[in-house]
């Protein structure tokens, strides 16, 4: 069984920056395409980007594309997102997520729990 871990949220000013770490333990890290999901509030769930296997395919939604920038290091079983020029629409619990399907924003094999992101004005 896969477990997903994320960390890094917190509370950030707008204009700021935070990278978010995803470890994973379990499974075969390697061969699976990892992404990045948020929720806000009263909002479905948004998928945000993906980056495939190993790293030579990554893609991003419109709303966030030119700001945050997905990453993995095999080695360390880790996924990052790393967000900048945090706006305070970004606020929302924000979710890895393992699996091929998610490469494209479809539903992943597994879920980490989330980490809160709230960004103030």
């Known amino acids: 069984q896969v477990q997903l871990v994320e960390s890094g949220g917190g509370l950030v000013q707008a204009g700021a920056s935070l990278k978010l770490t995803c470890v994973a333990s379990?499974?075969?890290?390697?061969?699976?395409?990892m992404a990045w999901f948020r929720q806000a509030p009263g909002k479905e769930r948004e998928w945000l980007g993906g980056?495939?296997?190993?790293?030579?395919?990554?893609y991003y939604a419109n709303s966030v594309k030119g700001r945050f920038t997905i990453s993995r290091d095999n080695a360390k079983k880790t996924a990052y997102l790393q967000m900048d020029n945090l706006k305070p629409e970004d606020t929302a619990v924000y979710y890895c997520?393992?699996?091929?399907?998610?490469?494209?924003?479809?539903?992943?094999?597994?879920w980490g729990q989330g980490t809160q992101v709230t960004v103030s004005s």
């Open positions: 379990g499974g075969v890290f390697h061969s699976y395409a």
């Open positions: 997520a393992q699996g091929d399907p998610a490469l494209y924003g479809n539903a992943p094999s597994f």
């Open positions: 980056i495939s296997w190993n790293g030579g395919s990554i």
